[in-house]
């Protein structure tokens, strides 16, 4: 997996239960990451919104879509790929069953633009993306077990280097994603710590 270098958020609030940076608000929350990390358990937890959302990054004024009016909530992420199309999410067929692991295409990647005056909406401030990523071993042992109960049709046919492809497109995406402005940090599951790529702006 690709290594970023990253820094602990030592300055927390806690909400229901779960820590969460201070200088977060909940309701600025969009909660992501691969299947099994936890997301749904999260936004149940906190009392979040209870359908699922999909973002995909390579519309236009994505960040302008209704459905990110509601939050906190649990969202899909979509990203365009080199040779394909159309944007996919890592728990896709055609993306999963790729002989090698796709590219993403940052070409095509919208970024929202920044606050140019003082009435214009600052849209990279709006939203905080929460990126779950556990590592690989504990969250391969999470879909194993759901697998076994049979209750998420994505924990059919999965293995651990699957699980790794995933996570190190996420964490390529997220430091993209980081770098052109867009607020996130990361949480290493569940009951692990919580991360901001160094450099990130409070």
């Known amino acids: 997996m690709s290594s970023f270098e990253t820094e602990t958020i030592t300055n927390l609030q806690t909400f229901r239960g779960m820590a969460f940076p201070a200088d977060v608000k909940i309701h600025q929350l969009l909660i992501t990451g691969p299947p099994g990390s936890g997301k749904s358990t999260l936004v149940r937890q906190i009392g979040g919104w209870p359908e699922e959302g999909?973002?995909?990054?390579?519309?236009?004024?994505?960040?302008?879509s209704r459905m990110l009016a509601l939050r906190p909530r649990e969202v899909h992420l979509g990203f365009p790929f080199v040779d394909y199309p159309e944007s996919l999410a890592v728990f896709d067929r055609e993306w999963e069953q790729a002989q090698e692991t796709?590219?993403?295409?940052?070409?095509?990647i919208s970024i929202p633009p920044p606050k140019h005056h003082v009435l214009s909406r600052d849209w990279?401030?709006?939203?905080?993306?929460?990126?779950?990523?556990p590592p690989a071993k504990p969250l391969c042992?999470?879909?194993r077990l759901r697998a076994r109960r049979k209750t998420h049709r994505v924990d059919e046919h999965f293995d651990r280097e699957l699980i790794e492809?995933?996570?190190?497109?996420?964490?390529?995406?997220a430091s993209y994603l980081h770098h052109h402005g867009i607020l996130l940090y990361i949480r290493?599951?569940?009951d692990g710590g919580l991360t901001r790529f160094q450099g990130s702006r409070g």
């Open 54 to 64: 999909y973002v995909d990054f390579a519309l236009k004024r994505w960040w302008a």
């Open 124 to 133: 990279r401030r709006k939203y905080v993306f929460e990126f779950i990523l």
């Open 141 to 143: 042992e999470q879909r």
């Open 102 to 108: 796709p590219q993403l295409d940052i070409a095509r």
């Open 188 to 190: 290493e599951g569940l």
């Open 165 to 173: 492809r995933q996570l190190d497109t996420l964490w390529n995406a």
